[in-house]
C-alpha cells in the first residue's frame, strides 16, 4: 500500500479501490478524514476569493467612475456567474453569506485589493451593499 505522505494521488486511487470494494478495515480513516474536511474548506476558499474579487471590482466601479471600462464590467459579471453557480452547486456555503465575521474578513480583503489596485484609501469600514445587490446581474454602485 501507498503511504499518503510517499504519493498522495497513488493513495487517494488505492483508498478509493478500498471503499468501492467494500474493504473498510484497511482504509487509511484519519487521512480520509482530513482529506474530506479539505474539500469543504477548498469550496469555502473559493466563495471568499470570488466574493473579495467582486466586492474589489464593485469598490472600482464606485470610486474610479472615469476609469470604467468593458473589462471590469466583464469581471464583475463572471464573478457574479460564478458565485451563484457556486452557491447553487453547494447551497450549504449560503450559511456563509449570513455571517457577519465573514463578511468582515471579505470585505477587509475586497478593500486591501482595491487600494492595491487605485491606490486609494477611501474605502468604508464595511460593506454598504446587501448581498442581493452585489448577486444582482442589474445592479452596479454609483458615486453618492
Request: one cysteine or more.
Amino acid at each position: 500500500m501507498t503511504s499518503y505522505d510517499q504519493d498522495i494521488v497513488a493513495w487517494a486511487d488505492e483508498q478509493a479501490a478500498l471503499l468501492r470494494s467494500g474493504r473498510f478495515n484497511l482504509l487509511d480513516i484519519d487521512h480520509l478524514a482530513e482529506e474530506i474536511e479539505d474539500v469543504g474548506k477548498s469550496e469555502q476558499r473559493e466563495l471568499a476569493n470570488r466574493m473579495a474579487v467582486l466586492l474589489a471590482q464593485l469598490l472600482k466601479w464606485q470610486y474610479q467612475p472615469e476609469r470604467r471600462g468593458a473589462s471590469w464590467g466583464a469581471t464583475i459579471r463572471v464573478q457574479r456567474k460564478a458565485l451563484i453557480a457556486h452557491l447553487a452547486t453547494v447551497p450549504s456555503l449560503e450559511t456563509m453569506l449570513r455571517d457577519s465575521a465573514w463578511w468582515d474578513r471579505i470585505w477587509a480583503d475586497a478593500v486591501a485589493k482595491a487600494i492595491d489596485e487605485t491606490g486609494l484609501a477611501v474605502f468604508p469600514d464595511q460593506c454598504p451593499w446587501s448581498t442581493d445587490e452585489i448577486l444582482d446581474q442589474g445592479w452596479m454602485p454609483s458615486r453618492d
